[in-house]
Every structure is written in C-alpha cells, then in structure tokens.
C-alpha cells in the first residue's frame, strides 16, 4: 500500500512571496504519477501540476514548479509569486501506473496568502 | 469542454434512508472515481469505474455501491446511511493519451450528504 505525507498542516506567506509545500511518500512501484491537488474554500479540487515518476525532469506550470527527488520519495511543491487567489488546501496525491485512477491523497497542508 | 458535474450539490437525508448520487464526466473520459472526503479522515477512495466495470475498490462497507453507465455517467449509492456518512463526495473523471499516458483524475464540484 502507498501512503502519502504532508507534514506542514499549515503555512503562510506573504503576497508576491515564494513558498514551498512539502510532500513525501512511500511505495514499492517503480513506475508511478504524482499530483499537486489545489481545493480552495469553494471546495473545487482543482489539478496544479502533475509529474511522471520516470521522468526525471522537474514539471513546471506557470508559478508552480516540483522539485521531485524520487530516490528520498520526495515530491515538493513551489510557488513562485504567491497570489491571493493561492490561498487553498493544497494536496499531494500518488497513482500507480497501469493500475487504474485511484489516487493516494496526503493530509493536506491549508496555504494562507497575506497581503 | 465542459468539467465534471455532479447532482445533487446538496443533500440532507435522516440516518437510515438511501441516497444516490450522480457523476456526469468530461467527454471523452472512460474513467470515473469516487471518493469521500471528511475533516477527521481526509479524502478516501472509494472505487473507480471503467467502461461500465468496477476497477478498483476501497475499504468501504458493501452499503457503498457505484455503478456506470454506457454513456460513462456514473451513479454511488450509500444504503442505511449513518451518522458518519456525513461527507463531500467528490467524483473525478480521468482520461489518458493515446500512448496511455495518464492525464489526471478532473473533479467535480462534489455532493455535500448531511445525515441527521
């Protein structure tokens, strides 16, 4: 069974700021995804980034960057420019690969951005 | 394309009754999964359906059932529901390339269940 950590339940950061979340995981698949998840208070899950663990390059989506280090079976998340509309619950979730859509979902961490 | 949709947004049922749900995916998408979301247990999987077959399943009770259409609309029914059915059930549609490179599971707005 995969599990997923996220050990910050809360963060702040000031507007315009950089701020990174963190996620750790632990599994025994080789080939896998992982999936940065925003929920803001609307409690929308919207997707913000998604990396495929055979690739070794960091994914990039706008302000929103990974640092995945596959062999710490660490999988961060960077925000760049941080923005009002940032502020949400932010989850870290794992999906085996070949094995259907059933995502992993960590605790999350609740992200305030301050003007 | 247009997103997910889901129906009811809110629900309030008494402990006891049954309640479905529905789950309408992006066009296109095979793949519909469900999953329960609580304060004290996060977000949990419940099961995934595939072309009209379950493919995956969760620790749920059997009073949790699902089932998909041919159009790939997908229904969750909660049987003799409990207090602690109390939740925001959430569908995701999943697709995937032609290489079968997974896209991402897109969620719905979710179902908002108060049991009293």
């Known amino acids: 069974a995969q599990t997923v950590t996220q050990s910050q339940p809360e963060m702040s950061v000031q507007e315009a700021e950089t701020v990174t979340l963190s996620c750790t995981y632990d599994?025994?698949?080789?080939?896998?995804?992982l999936f940065w998840y925003k929920q803001p208070p609307s409690r929308q899950m919207i997707l913000v980034i998604r990396q495929e663990a055979y690739k070794q390059q960091n994914a990039t989506e706008n302000r929103f960057s990974v640092n995945f280090q596959k062999a710490a079976k660490s999988f961060s998340l960077k925000i760049s420019d941080s923005q009002l509309g940032d502020t949400a619950m932010y989850f870290c979730a794992f999906m085996k690969d070949n094995a259907g859509n059933m995502l992993t979902f960590g605790g999350g961490t609740r992200l305030m951005v301050k003007p | 394309k247009a997103g997910v949709t889901q129906t009811p947004r809110y629900l309030i049922k008494t402990r006891g009754q049954q309640v479905t749900l529905s789950c309408s995916p992006i066009s296109g998408h095979r793949s519909v999964s469900w999953y329960q979301q609580t304060p004290g247990q996060g977000l949990q999987f419940l099961f995934e359906?595939?072309?009209?077959?379950?493919?995956n399943k969760g620790n749920f009770p059997g009073r949790f059932s699902g089932r998909q259409f041919s159009n790939s609309r997908s229904e969750m029914n909660v049987s003799t529901l409990e207090l602690g059915d109390s939740a925001l059930y959430l569908c995701?549609?999943?697709?995937?390339?032609?290489?079968?490179?997974?896209?991402?599971?897109?969620f719905g707005p979710g179902t908002r269940l108060t049991v009293l």
């Open positions: 599994t025994s698949e080789s080939n896998y995804y």
């Open positions: 359906y595939f072309s009209e077959t379950q493919r």
């Open positions: 995701a549609s999943s697709g995937a390339s032609s290489s079968g490179r997974i896209w991402g599971s897109f």
